[in-house]
């Protein structure tokens, strides 16, 4: 349990902080306000039609490029509420190498 509870500090305090450099730099608008750390089962992230950003706290637990790509999929759906072709295409524009890094992910599990 106190593992849990210090990686979960941890990602309250970092994965904001990089999700918002992240918007920043790539020109998506994002309320603070609506990110959440969760401890999902199965998701690394979602974002709702509200607005709301869930990240999971396992995201700490893996090299930066790949929950940055998390990070960055979650803002692209901002722009996109789905997975169209357009956002697949605008991913890989700010992501490089999306689908290997999507498919790298496969290699980690998001919970404890």
């Known amino acids: ?3 849990a509870t210090a990686l979960r500090q941890e990602a309250e305090a970092y994965l ?9 730099r790539f020109g998506f608008q994002i309320d603070v306000k609506k990110i959440r750390i969760n ?3 199965s998701r ?3 974002r709702s039609s509200n607005g709301t950003i ?7 637990m893996m090299p930066t490029e790949l929950s940055d790509y ?13 997975h169209s072709a357009a956002f697949w295409a605008d991913l890989e524009r700010i992501c490089p190498q999306a689908k290997r890094k999507r498919d790298a992910l496969k290699a980690y599990t998001p919970y404890l």
């Open 1 to 3: 349990r106190g593992a």
């Open 16 to 24: 904001p902080h990089r999700l918002y450099q992240l918007a920043l």
């Open 39 to 41: 401890h999902a089962k």
């Open 44 to 46: 690394w992230g979602s």
């Open 54 to 60: 869930s990240l999971n706290l396992m995201l700490m």
């Open 70 to 82: 998390v990070l960055l999929h979650e803002l692209n759906h901002i722009k996109h509420m789905d």
